[in-house]
C-alpha cells in the first residue's frame, strides 16, 4: 500500500489553536480563496471555540480567528461569498466572515440534552439541504444521545434523520439508480454505514455496512469524498504513535489502498481534497485534544494543518449551501 508523508502546512504559537482543528473547507472570502476550519473548543474545559481563516500563498498577516458564541462543530461555505453556515451548540446560524457578525439562529435541533452539540456535517449535492449529526460530550457508547440530521434551506427545517449515536463524524454523498446514498461515521463503532437519503420524505433508511474499520488503529473521525468510489478517512488515535494516519478505501470492496502519514501527531481529525495549480493536495487537520503532557511533549505536530500530494488528477468540486 502506497503512503505519503504530509508535511505541516500551519504550526500554531498558541496552545489554544491545536486543540481541536476539524472541518476545513474552501471558500471564498473578500473576494479570495480562503481555507476555514473550526476549532471546536480552545481547551478541555473551554466553552467556546473559534472559526479560523487562512489566505493560501500569503504571509499570513489577513488570517484571522473569529469567536463563536458557542462551540462550533461544522462551517460550510454559502452562495453568498463572505458567509459561511455554522453548526454551534444546538443551532445553525449564518456568520459573515468579513465583518464577524452573526444572524440569529435559522434552526435549533429539538434535543435539549446538556451534553449534546452539533458535530460534523456534509452539504448534500445541489446545496439546497445539509446532513449533520451531534456528538455527546461524555462519549457515553452506552447512553446514545446523539443524532443524526437533515436540515433543508428552503425551510429553515430540521428532522432526526438516525437516533442513539454516540459521536457523529464524517458523511459522504452518492448516487446510483436509486437514488441518494449517505455514507455516515459514528466513530465509537469503527464503521462506516450506508443509508438510502430521501430528502423530499426526511429519511434514511439503513443499507448495510460499506467499511468495516476495526481493524485499524484509532478510530474514524472526518471523511472526505474522492469521486471514483473511493473516500479518506481520518484515524484519531487516543494512544502515543509517532504519526498519525488517513487512508484512502473503497466504498465497493472496503480494502485500503493508500495512506497519509502526518509525523508527530498522531490525531488526526478530517481530510479535505483541493485543486491547486501544482495539483490535487489533500489538507488534514489534527488536535492535541485530551493529551497528557508526557505524550503531548512527544508529539511537536499536534494540532498543526498538514499538506500532502497526491497523484489524482482532479477532485470533486466543492459545494456550497444554497440559502434562501
Known sequence: ????????????????????????????????PALVWVNIQLDASAREGEINVHFP?????????????GRPGFVLPTADTDCVLVGVEKQLRICNLVDSTWTESLATIPDDNPRTIINDAEIVPGGKAVVFGTKDTQFDADAKLAQLYLYTADDDQVTVLVDKQVCSN??????????????????PTRKVVRYRLDVAARTATPDGVALDLANQVGFPDGMCDCGDGTVIVAFFNPDFAEKGRAVRFSLATGEALEEWT????PRVTCPLLVKRPSGVKLLLTTASEGMPADM???????????????QFADCPAPEVVQLS
Request: net charge negative; charged share 25%.
Open 170 to 187: 464524517g458523511k459522504v454523498f452518492a448516487s446510483d439508480a436509486n437514488g441518494l446514498i449517505l455514507f455516515d461515521i459514528d466513530t
Open 262 to 265: 502526518t509525523p508527530g501527531s
Open 1 to 32: 500500500m502506497r503512503s505519503t508523508e504530509a508535511r505541516v502546512y500551519i504550526d500554531f504559537t498558541e496552545e489554544h489553536d491545536r486543540f481541536l482543528p476539524e472541518g476545513p473547507r474552501w471558500a471564498t472570502i473578500g473576494g479570495r
Open 296 to 310: 503531548r511533549a512527544k508529539c511537536p505536530n499536534a494540532g498543526c494543518l498538514f499538506i500532502a500530494d497526491t
Open 57 to 69: 500563498g500569503t504571509d499570513g498577516s489577513s488570517d484571522s480567528g473569529l469567536a463563536c458564541p
